[in-house]
């Protein structure tokens, strides 16, 4: 018989309850109202979002990398063991909560990646963060953005005006990568209104769906010509 689940930490946010979930050591859930957002044991696409996203990159190279979203953590640590100890990775997290969990009881899922001399968090929303580095542009700009949001592009996004997937966040992200960077997204399903989007504004697009059977989501990449 499974072992029950324990509430180890919970908030309250304006989408609901946000909590993490424990049975046995190693088996966790984040969950905000009656919404699942991410089970440890159930990460596949997480761990290949972070590979593909940084396949393009020269080991020998400083890196800079930004990902938008930190969930448990897993994305984070499929990154990290792909740049070498010069790299820059950038995480932008809304809630400071879920950094306090990951350097905490989730930290044995990644090898503590949280807290990786190569890391720096910021708190606040992704969507402007990603606008502010776009208009630095230069320097500032990025090797690789990768965006792991528990929502991703549908056929319900708002083609014009949604934060994340929409044409002017894209071209927002766009400015935000250097020549020949790669803008990596994790979707829950194909989706190819966004697809056509990506493509619409420069970007050379192929998708990969981790797995051979069963529940199999997607990963959206898209890599800016020089």
């Given at each position: ?63 800079r990398v930004l990902i938008g979203g930190l969930g448990m953590g897993c994305t984070l640590g499929s990154v ?147």
């Open positions: 018989m499974a072992q029950p689940w324990k509430i180890i930490s919970s908030i309250p946010t304006v989408e609901g309850l946000l909590e993490l979930r424990q049975r046995g050591e190693r088996d966790f859930l984040i969950t905000i109202g009656t919404q699942v957002l991410m089970n440890s044991l159930s990460n596949r696409s997480e761990v290949v979002l972070g590979k593909l996203g940084c396949a393009h990159l020269n080991f020998g190279s400083t890196s990290l063991d792909c740049l070498p100890s010069t790299a820059q990775v950038f995480v932008a997290e809304l809630n400071p909560i879920v950094l306090e969990w990951c350097q905490g009881p989730l930290a044995l899922l990644t090898s503590s990646a949280a807290t990786d001399p190569r890391v720096r968090f910021m708190i606040g929303d992704v969507a402007n963060i990603i606008g502010s580095f776009a208009d630095s542009g230069g320097d500032h700009c990025f090797d690789a953005i990768i965006i792991d949001l528990y929502r991703g592009p549908h056929a319900k996004t708002d083609v014009e005006n949604d934060p994340f997937y929409g044409r002017r966040a894209i071209l927002k992200s766009k400015a935000a990568l250097k020549p020949g960077g790669v803008l990596a997204v994790w979707g829950e399903n194909p989706d190819d209104g966004f697809i056509k989007r990506l493509q619409s504004a420069g970007f050379l697009v192929t998708t990969e769906r981790p797995g051979r059977g069963g529940l199999r989501h997607v990963v959206f990449l898209a890599k800016k010509t020089s």
